[in-house]
Structure formats: structure tokens, C-alpha cells
């Protein structure tokens, strides 16, 4: 008789969580590379944690094909980024921890299963609709605010655009971005774009900065 795969409570939410953020939303099928590559781990091993979810009904799975998740899978998907967004706010704004330190701190307390604790910490930071790296905060119900935001890397040149957020929550590009200003809720004018290299030419606070074609992929703004 084959031996039964067992997957921690713990995993089986990093992996829903990961499948919803490679999905967009939930709108594509995320392939069994993709997953591996953000999960750090063989894809033999994907295969077998998605036949898994696929037994539980988290995930519709076809090997050829790709992975989404179910409803169900989504609703839980969206439960757990509910918790994980709202811990690193909480960390970011009553425990006083940087931008760049949250996330590693949330990626634990994100499995704290308790939502009557998750309701009280939102009641008292304001029931907030983003994250401090600018992401959206489902609501209690799985809903999440939609926006007009677009990349950095999408912006006109001439135009003015206030930081929403990032894509990229790596410690070194929030450094980076903490070093020049570029915090949320910045005012930018995006002044030029290299023609060399698709360098953005931006000023923030009266200071010309240059942005790389791919930190400009990684700033989320909003045209003002």
C-alpha cells in the first residue's frame, strides 16, 4: 500500500498563499516551475504538494497544464495574506518595526488561525486597506479595494505621481528606497526616460534620482 503524503497546516498555507500572489489574483493558472522557483523547492515535490491540495479540494490541478485554486482555495488563500498584511501593519505601526523588517515576522505569525484576534488588531489600527509596503488588506469578507495604481515603469514622462507601494519587499531594494525618500505617500515627478537604457529620471523633495528600468518595475504609483 503507497504511503500517504501528509503536508503540515503551515505548508498547505504557503502554498495556497504563493499559488493566489502568482496568479494574479486568481486569474491565471500558475505553472508547476513557477511554483517551485518562488517556494524554493524541487518540483517533484511541488507535484506531489499539489496532488495533495488537489485531494482537498484547495486546488484544481492538471499536470500539463498548470494549477488555480478552487473557491475554496481562494477564500482561504485570501484569509491568510487578511493576516499576513495585517500583522505587518500592526508590527510596522504599534511595535515600530521598518518596512524592511515586517514581512519575515509576518511569514510566522500569518498561521495564527484566530480571527477574532486578526478583527481586534484591524479595529485598532483602523480597519487600514493597505499594508506599509502599499498592498491591498482583504477586508473580513475576502473583498480587497481596487485601485487605479500602475508601475513606475508604466508612468509618463511630465507627469506628477504620488508611491502606493512595492512589488518587490526584498530588504535591500526598501533600503534602497528608504536611502532616496522613496517611501510611500511620496510625491514624485517623473521627468525623463534615458533613451540608453529606459532609466526613469525622477525628483522627489527638489532631488533628481535615476531608477533603473527594473527598481521602476518594482514602485507602485499613483498619477496626482
Not at 484566530?114 to 479595529?123: H, P, Q
Not at 485601485?147 to 513606475?152: E, R
Amino acid at each position: 500500500m503507497p504511503k500517504r503524503f501528509f503536508m503540515r497546516q503551515e505548508t498547505i498555507e504557503n502554498y495556497l498563499k504563493t499559488i493566489y500572489n502568482l496568479s494574479a489574483d486568481n486569474s491565471h493558472v500558475v505553472s508547476n516551475q513557477k511554483l517551485a522557483d518562488k517556494l524554493n523547492i524541487r518540483p517533484a515535490s511541488v507535484t506531489e504538494g499539489l496532488r495533495k491540495l488537489h485531494e482537498l479540494k484547495h486546488v484544481i490541478y492538471e499536470k500539463s497544464y498548470g494549477t488555480r485554486l478552487t473557491s475554496g482555495g481562494a477564500k482561504l488563500a485570501l484569509a491568510i495574506i487578511r493576516r499576513h498584511r495585517i500583522w505587518e501593519t500592526y508590527l510596522a505601526k504599534e511595535l515600530g518595526f521598518g518596512w524592511d523588517e515586517v514581512h519575515e515576522i509576518a511569514e510566522e505569525l500569518e498561521h495564527i488561525q484566530n480571527d477574532k484576534l486578526i478583527n481586534k488588531l484591524a479595529a485598532i489600527l483602523g480597519n487600514p486597506i493597505y499594508d506599509p509596503h502599499g498592498d491591498p488588506i482583504p477586508d473580513a469578507k475576502g473583498k480587497i479595494q481596487k485601485s487605479n495604481f500602475i508601475k513606475l515603469s508604466e508612468a509618463k514622462v511630465k507627469e506628477n505621481y504620488k508611491i502606493m507601494g512595492v512589488t518587490d519587499h526584498s530588504t535591500t531594494f526598501l533600503k534602497y528606497l528608504e536611502k532616496h525618500q522613496l517611501i510611500i505617500g511620496a510625491l514624485i515627478h517623473l521627468k525623463a526616460i534615458e533613451e540608453f537604457d529606459g532609466s526613469i529620471v525622477l525628483v522627489c523633495q527638489k532631488k533628481e534620482i535615476s531608477i533603473s528600468p527594473k527598481g521602476a518595475e518594482g514602485i507602485i504609483v499613483e498619477v496626482v
